[in-house]
């Protein structure tokens, strides 16, 4: 089981949940335009093509992770629901509710063995449990969340950092002449003979296009 950076293993309903969610949003990347590419020879200059592109690429992982994370916050959601739902229901023997026939019909019903709770692990297990335990699973199950919802904000963080020091250096490179890679994961922007600019400021290359990943912290 991956324990998805948060030291210990998850959930594993939560588990298959995040990496269903992971699969969909890696689909989603496979169907973009291909990306820029990341390694240079040393001396040799970066395409004028690839840094112009590099803020838009960017922009499209930023996208990525934050419809991630929106899911992460609407699956915390849901499971906070719950288990306020299963702090009501062992107050009363008996609840009435509307039983649903179909996508458009109910009839009237009695929800009743309100402190029995049949509670899904993960693969098709099931486990009966009261509703005090099935609140602690679910409180388990929101702290897995939590720590994951952190770990992509901080992704999200990280990326939005690499796409304004990919756009400073794409607006450097229309005032200066080319950008040249030193063959060690730094590239400078350099004046061209006729232009009377000072060597500005070297990034990381990895800063500019690395991959952020999809799943788990960075």
């Known amino acids: 089981m991956r324990d998805h950076g948060l030291g210990e293993a998850m959930d594993p309903l939560l588990a298959a949940r995040v990496e269903e969610l992971d699969r969909k949003i890696a689909a989603g990347a496979r169907d ?3 990306q820029p590419q ?5 001396g040799a200059p970066l395409g004028r093509q690839e840094i112009d592109r590099a803020p838009e690429v960017l922009e499209g992982r930023l996208e990525e992770q934050e419809e991630r994370l929106q ?9 906070e629901d719950l288990r ?10 008996q609840h009435p509710i509307m039983v649903p026939l179909n996508s458009v019909a109910f009839m009237p019903g009695r929800l009743e063995h309100t402190n029995e709770v049949t509670v899904l692990l993960g693969d098709n297990y099931f486990a009966e449990r009261s ?3 099935a609140q602690d699973i679910l409180t388990r199950r929101i702290d897995s969340i939590d720590k994951l919802i952190e770990a992509q904000e901080a992704q999200i963080d990280a990326l939005l950092d690499k796409k304004i020091t990919a756009e400073r250096l794409r607006d450097q490179l229309a005032n200066l002449g080319r950008i040249v890679s030193d063959g060690k994961g730094n590239v400078t922007a350099q004046a061209r003979p006729d232009r009377h600019f000072p060597v500005l400021q070297s990034f990381p290359h990895s800063k500019l296009i690395s991959p952020c990943g999809a799943g788990g912290a960075a």
């Open 131 to 133: 509703a005090s335990q």
């Open 71 to 79: 899911s992460l916050r609407s699956y915390r959601k849901e499971y």
């Open 84 to 93: 306020s739902t299963l702090g009501e229901l062992p107050k009363r023997t």
């Open 38 to 42: 990341t390694s240079q020879a040393a």
């Open 32 to 34: 973009q335009s291909p």
